[in-house]
């Protein structure tokens, strides 16, 4: 399959289409799990360790819970693979400080560095939406296996800076940010509900079916949908 876009910017996905959910939930989940207990004891007072320790107890309903029941509720949320935005803030702290000490390397997908390189060479922003947050995405796209990456994007957006990835105001709220019409824009995910809330919003929309992620089998509806970012041309307004 192999499809066209007369699109002026990509907005990406990370788990489940530029990158591996098997990696985000054996590589990086344990390393933040292992490591909430120390952040929330030695660091409980940092301004955004605090607030997202008091949007936990928010969500669950218990203003006076300690240390150890949040760091019980964090270790539940992963288990579920949970996208709560206080879970991503804590792991971003976490993921992001150790890609910076060089104990953690990013996962792309083979097809995707070169493809995103290409893009970016014939003029196509890129960007990124992820339920990571924004300091995670950040460190992931300067720590990848080739290098660091984030000259090729021209901006990142996470659930605080957009809002919740199945809800069209969300990308309503990038595409006035990035200053694109809605139909211009071309929203890549695993997730059949976050296409959904793109299109709503007038994106066009393009469903990532990788092999053995966990929405594979999902159903896609009308979205098109492909197995790699090797069946995606790109070409923005100004391409030669
Ligand atoms: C570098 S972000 C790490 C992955 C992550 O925590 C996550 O929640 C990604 O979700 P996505 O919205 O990209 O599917
Ligand atoms: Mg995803």
Redesign the pocket.
Known sequence: MSLRFDVDAVVL?????TSA?GFVVDVLYPYARERFGELLAARGAEPEVARAVDQVRAEIGEPGADAARVEKVLGEWIDEDRKATPLKTLQGILWAEGFARGELVSHFYPDVIEVLRRWHADGVRLYVY??GSVAAQRAWFAHSPEGDLLGLVSGLYDTVNAGPKQESGSYRAIAADTGDAAGRLLFL???PG?LDAARAAGWRTAGVRRAGEPYADAEFGDHVQVSGFSEITLRARNSS
Request: no cysteine; proline share 0%; hydrophobic share 10%.
């Open positions: 996905d990370i788990e489940g289409t959910t992820s339920s995910s695993d997730r976050e």
